[in-house]
């Protein structure tokens, strides 16, 4: 089984900036691809960004530039750096992880969002 916990939510004004951790109850090591997605009302969850155990990243188009997804295998975190941050980006941002022994995914309870002014 893994947790992952997410953290650093909240209200920010448009064009801001807000940083999202995600901790993992076990190494990270073995959790390949790890992610960020999110879900506005009334839409699908979507994809934000990933970040694979070798470092490479992909991010949705509507987010490059302005999103940085990184991870730290000594902490057990990863981490979503927003800036420039737009109210269409105002939604539950989930964490979720590929647990490599098992194969199987899992996710983080979310953390809001909220662009706002």
């Known amino acids: 089984q893994v947790q992952l916990v997410e953290s650093g939510g909240g209200l920010v004004q448009p064009g801001g900036s807000m940083r999202l951790s995600c901790a993992a109850s076990?190494?990270?090591?073995?959790?390949?691809?790890m992610g960020w997605y999110r879900q506005a009302p009334g839409k699908q969850r979507e994809l934000v960004a990933t970040i694979t155990s070798g470092g490479s990243t992909n991010y949705a188009d509507s987010v490059k530039g302005r999103f940085t997804i990184s991870r730290d295998n000594a902490k057990n975190t990863v981490w979503l750096q927003m800036n420039s941050l737009e109210p269409g980006d105002t939604a539950v941002y989930y964490c979720n992880a590929r647990w490599v022994l098992a194969g199987t995914y899992y996710w983080g309870q979310g953390t809001q969002v909220t662009v706002s002014s």
């Open positions: 076990r190494s990270i090591v073995s959790l390949n691809p």
